[in-house]
């Protein structure tokens, strides 16, 4: 329809004047067909309402993949022209090392070993192969002049060698399924009193309640490779006054909006916030300060997905968590 719109037009005009105007009306008739097909972008036109969130981690278990990102693979491995995203594993954040390593195919291998990180068999990890030196080339190639790799190589290796053997669990304390299917993650928590995002301690720690509170929203994203969250089939929270004291504490139902909020994330980025649940902060503190809250949630591949479980990393809990002041 294009070709012969323009044809028609241009064989009605002499000379010089033909080919720009053939040019001109082909640019407009393209533009007119291509205009639906524009695809929205939905974080276009955010207006954050927090300050970009740093989920800061302070001595970390050494013998979880927090502790081993912190203490190895940042300072160690994540350099120019290594695993600074150039190539994978990628180390330059704890969810890219992470991502990058559990059940995910080695680019070189000599035959013997399936995955990088195979949870709960070290042996048949490659990283600790490529560690040893017994797959070429061995780890690490190139050691920034701050690292401290040469001091302390035998202790990383057996705390690289130790999360492994426990499973590889995530900073929430969930272990990989074996088939590898993706398992929801969380991906983000803020607070909201009269429509003001409430303040953390340290930037990622506790959420700061005045004593007088009478009424907060709390905003939970989770992220799904297979699915969208809000699609999950169980969507439960419960709270307690110890970090480890969850097993009969009572599970309240959370809100799933099909329109998400776009608020930042852990560690900084935008992501979708489907679920939520507005509470009376005196309903639930019995004497402590401090009140910790865990999600449960159900795709349809997985069994229930604690978020933190009692082997999750402190900072996780921290996070999850609010505290009273005057």
């Known amino acids: 329809m294009i070709q012969r719109s323009v044809y028609n037009i241009a064989s009605c005009l002499p000379g010089k004047i033909l080919w720009v105007s053939c040019l001109v009306v082909t640019f407009f008739l393209i533009q007119a067909c291509d205009k639906d097909d524009i695809v929205v972008n ?75 990180v195979h949870p709960g068999d070290a042996e048949m990890s490659i990283i600790m192969a490529r560690l040893h030196g017994t797959v070429d080339p061995p780890m690490p190639i190139q050691i920034e002049p701050d690292s401290d790799w ?95 004291q969850f097993e009969d504490a009572e599970k309240w139902e959370l809100t799933v909006d099909q329109s998400a909020v776009f608020e930042r994330g852990m560690f900084g980025e935008f992501v979708p916030f489907y679920h939520s649940v507005v509470l009376d902060p005196r309903d639930l503190f019995n004497g402590s300060d401090q009140l910790f809250f865990r999600t449960f949630v159900k795709d349809q591949f997985n069994p229930l997905t604690e978020i933190p479980t009692d082997d999750g990393i402190y900072a996780i809990k921290e996070y999850m968590s609010f505290s009273r002041g005057d």
């Open 42 to 116: 939905p974080f276009d036109n955010i207006v954050s309402t927090q300050d970009t969130v740093r989920f800061d981690l302070t001595d970390p278990d050494p013998n979880t993949i927090a502790g081993i990102f912190i203490n190895i693979f940042h300072p160690t491995c994540g350099n120019v022209g290594c695993h600074d995203g150039t190539f994978e594993p990628d180390f330059r954040t704890l969810e890219s090392s992470y991502n990058t390593l559990v059940y995910q195919e080695p680019i070189k291998n000599d035959g013997n070993y399936t995955y990088r």
């Open 150 to 244: 040469a001091v302390n190589r035998l202790e990383y290796i057996e705390n690289i060698r130790t999360w492994i053997e426990a499973g590889a669990p995530d900073i929430m304390g969930n272990t990989p399924p074996a088939d590898a299917r993706s398992q929801p993650k969380l991906m983000g928590v803020f607070a909201v009193q009269n429509d003001v995002v409430l303040d953390r301690k340290n930037n990622s720690g506790t959420i700061l309640l005045e004593s007088d509170t009478l009424e907060v929203k709390l905003y939970f994203a989770f992220k799904h490779d297979d699915m969208s969250a809000r699609d999950f089939e169980y969507n439960k929270i419960s709270f307690s006054e110890g970090y480890n």
